[in-house]
């Protein structure tokens, strides 16, 4: 039989109080009901006895509701107040809710009463039942993490053949970051998870191990995730009283932390030195213990003069003493503290950092050290200035105006000053314009400069920048160009892009197109005004040359830029128009003066004009790409003509072919020579790939594989240019090289030079030890010849023995040589 309910009620009425409990009687509640009517008894009631809930009208005569409520909640916080009112409206009753009321009922609505307690009573014993849940949650939880806490090694149990494992404790699936069971199952996985190179180490002491001897040694193991731990592992063997081992033991830690540790205070020392941010230590005194070398370049101190004084020395005037009293309250409470902060310079000068100040503790938590790291953001807080008074951007098109172009013009002008590079200004006007404008009205121009707009970003980097003046009228700003004539391919592209047609919103089409003027700077000056008015004044030019083109504002770049695109749309076209051929260079052993071998050179033959320089087109089909199919054709002809050599019984052993670092970058490189190879029948072993050292360093440990790939068809390897890169030269030991190729900037003024003797010297005498052989490129006098005897080079080239010659004329040569034998 449930027991009654124990309410407590307040109500100053007495027949209320009466149809409170017939209410109740009639929903079938059994209820024992105590009245009260004032705060003494109410006092009373909730310390005499325990009860299921209040019933409390809201204006009781000598009693303030809002009191009573939180006089119930501070004495029993769970328990359920329902308010029976009639004198409130439902807007008062929401915010009373709002406050910790459960329930609200209107008097005229007694009916509500017995759902509304038993609704309150179910929600209490969810309450109860929710948090008795939780407390035993948290108490399971606290207990779990005290005994995980306490066991941070890996302990093991094993049979002596370790086919099965008898115990690992939960610590394993941290450390090797598997689940135990998957242990129990396969005992072999904690071996398998070790390291390859260190898996022998590990089963010789296994082995020791299971005749009765302990072991103490430390591994790595290749965890799930991919990372890689350090193990410290000590196991012992457990015998019976014949000394026949019956278990094994272990138990093993994960020293990773301690393995990193010197590392990574070589790091720290590192980061120390070599951050552009200034680093402060001081004790807590604030006197200075030492500083990085940023915070000399910032602050204009040397560590010297700073050392044992306290960093107020810096101080610039600009903050109140109520300020460091807050900064210092702040890290003294919080243990950090950053902001802005203006300092002053050794030489006077005021300037803000962007500030971080934190406190260093021990192991203990003590306070040991305050670290403060600033960064000088003089340069920021100008722009910010100059930014806040300005409007930036074009509200029709979304582009930058004639401000924030100013603005990033100049700085592009101080990165150039900075970088020493080179950028340019385009100014650009739209031809025929106007005549849409004209025709079709205001918005259909409108929409054209919005649909121009978005073209011309499509042509440029995120780096460069395109504004729009007004009217038609924009400005391109291109910082870090390699050769002013990049600016003409970018003007080339615009027109081209800019005089396709524009279909508009409504269905027409229109034609435009576009005119630049070029300024580069800082060639053409250093002043951002200026640079514009120059490129404007070339745009005229580029007007009266017809429209539809572009113009530098000096004359002779115009020129040169012509002249590369033209060469560069003739360069596309010659490998079809067979205008290629192939000039080889005899290459000659120093032993016996004999034609071992020849390099292939490529030379373009241009119709009316003969030969063109490789210096002219080579740099161009690298940077367009047509070095690539144009490399494929060199190799493919050089390998063709080598076979009609040896078939015809000629004396040559090796052809040197050069890869260009475009080539040498494709991924199938090897795929390629192997299909040349065998479609031409040449043998791989009479072929040389020549790669310069720049190219072969680009890629690093990527080129091994590259490399290993083409030694696996056969051919040989050659570093052309040795010895003008910067690279480490570890990497002869590490890559499949078979000779050095000495460039000839070396060999040239020897023997009046002795800086380029003693460095030829020293790569010979380095080859040789390396079993590399070595070739001198450039050899030209007689007396080069005998210097590189007398050291003992392998082959040499150069006018001294030949000069690049028509595949017919070396032929002929080799024919000789060979009747003459």
């Known amino acids: ?5 124990n309410l407590l009620v307040i109500e100053d009425s007495e027949t209320d109080f009466l149809l409170i409990q017939r209410q109740l009687r009639l929903h079938g509640l059994t209820a024992s009901c105590r009245r009260v009517v004032s705060c003494g008894e109410l006092n009373q009631a909730l310390e005499e006895e325990s009860w299921d809930a209040v019933l409390s009208d809201y204006s009781v005569p000598g009693l303030d509701f809002e009191a009573s409520l939180r006089l119930i909640q501070e004495r029993l916080p769970d328990l359920p107040v329902i308010l029976i009112s009639g004198s409130i409206g439902e807007e008062r009753a929401v915010e ?89 199952a396969n005992p072999k996985l904690w071996l398998e998870a070790v390291h390859a190179e260190d898996s022998r180490q590990v089963l010789r002491a296994l082995e020791e191990l299971a005749h009765g001897q302990r072991y103490d040694i430390q591994y790595r193991i290749n965890r799930p995730d991919g990372t890689v731990r350090w193990i410290n592992d000590r196991s012992y063997a457990l015998c019976d009283d014949a000394g026949k081992v019956i278990l094994t033991s272990g138990v093993a830690s994960d020293i990773t932390e301690q393995r990193q540790a010197e590392e990574r205070l070589r790091q720290a020392a590192t980061v120390f030195t070599s951050t552009q941010e200034g680093v402060i230590i001081t004790d807590l005194d604030g006197n200075i213990l030492t500083v990085n070398p940023a915070f000399t370049m910032i602050t204009e101190y040397t560590e010297a003069e700073v050392s044992g004084k ?107 000053r900075r970088d020493r590079s080179r950028g340019a200004v385009l100014f650009l006007d739209l031809d025929r314009f106007k ?3 004209d025709s079709l009205g205001h918005a259909t121009g409108d929409e054209l400069l919005q649909l121009a707009s978005q073209r011309m970003r499509e042509c440029l980097r995120e780096t460069d920048t395109v504004a729009r003046l007004g009217g038609d009228e924009f400005v391109v700003v291109l910082e870090e160009l390699s050769d002013p004539e ?27 197109g576009a005119s630049l003027g070029i300024g580069i700077f800082p060639d053409d000056g250093d002043d951002a005004d200026r640079l514009i008015q120059y490129a404007d004044a070339a745009l005229y ?10 113009h530098f504002y000096t004359e002779s770049l115009t020129t040169s830029a012509n002249e590369r695109l033209a060469l560069e749309t003739r360069l596309r076209h010659a490998l079809d128009r067979d205008e290629f051929i192939l000039h080889y260079q005899p290459l000659v052993t120093l032993t016996d003066g004999r034609i071992f071998g020849v390099e292939a050179l490529l030379r373009w033959q241009i119709p009316d004009q003969g030969l063109l320089s490789p210096n002219r087109f080579i740099p161009l089909a690298e940077e367009t790409g047509l070095i690539v199919p144009l490399g ?103 890559f499949p090289i078979d000779k050095l190729k000495i460039d000839q900037s070396f060999m040239r003024d020897i023997p009046q030079d002795t800086s380029n003797m003693e460095i030829a010297a020293a790569i010979i005498a380095m080859a040789r030890n390396l079993n590399l052989e070595v070739l001198a490129e450039g050899v030209e006098a007689e007396a080069q ?26 032929q002929a040569i080799l024919e000789a040589a060979m009747a003459n034998r």
């Not at 039989?1 to 309910?5: I, K």
């Not at 600016?487 to 047609?501: C, E, G, K």
């Not at 040197?656 to 190879?677: T, Y």
């Not at 680009?698 to 594989?705: H, I, L, T």
């Open 541 to 550: 030019q580029a007007k009266d040359s017809g429209r539809g083109t572009y």
């Open 96 to 184: 009373l809710l709002k406050q910790g009321v459960w329930d609200f009922v209107l008097k005229d609505r007694p009916g509500r009463l017995g759902p509304a307690i038993e609704r309150s009573l179910r929600e209490m014993e969810e309450r109860r039942v929710r948090h008795a849940a939780e407390m035993a949650l948290r108490e399971s939880e606290l207990r779990f993490r005290r005994m995980a806490e306490t066991i941070g090694e890996v302990f093991w149990l094993s049979s002596p053949d370790f086919r099965s494992v008898l115990y690992v404790s939960p610590a394993f699936e941290q450390v090797w970051g598997r689940p135990c069971a998957e242990l129990y």
């Open 310 to 416: 306290n960093p107020r020395l810096l101080q610039s005037g600009h903050h109140s003493r109520s300020f460091y009293q807050a900064m210092w309250h702040a890290i003294r409470t919080t243990g950090s503290w950053q902001g802005e902060l203006w300092n002053r310079r050794k030489g006077g000068e005021i300037y803000p950092e962007w500030l971080n100040i934190s406190t260093v503790r021990n192991e203990q938590g003590e306070a040991v050290n305050y670290v403060g790291v600033f960064t000088d953001i003089t340069h920021l807080k100008r722009s910010e200035t100059q930014l806040e008074y300005l409007a930036h951007y074009d509200p029709l098109t979304g582009l930058p105006n004639r401000l924030l172009l100013l603005s990033r013009l100049n700085h592009a002008l101080e990165r150039a």
């Open 785 to 810: 010849l005998a210097f590189l005897k007398r050291h003992g080079c392998d082959v040499a080239q150069g006018y001294l023995f030949g000069r690049p010659m028509t595949a017919d004329t070396m």
């Open 1 to 5: 039989m449930t027991a009654p309910l």
């Open 632 to 734: 494929e054709w060199v190799l493919r002809t050089a390998c063709r003509c080598m076979k009609a050599w040896l078939d015809a019984g000629l004396p040559l052993e090796m052809l040197a072919v050069n890869l260009s670092p475009r080539q040498f970058q494709q991924g199938d490189l090897h795929e390629r020579i192997r299909a040349i190879l065998a479609e031409t029948g040449l043998p791989s072993h009479h072929l040389e790939l020549e790669i310069t050292e720049t190219a072969l360093m680009e890629d690093g440990p990527e080129n091994e594989a590259k490399l290993a790939a083409l030694k696996d068809l056969g051919v040989r390897i050659a570093i052309d240019d040795f010895g003008t890169g910067y690279s480490s030269l570890a990497y002869l030991k590490r």
């Open 486 to 512: 990049n600016a003409a391919s970018v003007a080339h592209h615009l027109i081209d892009r800019l005089s396709a047609p524009f279909v508009l919103s409504g269905g027409q089409e229109v034609y435009i």
């Open 435 to 437: 005549n849409v404008n």
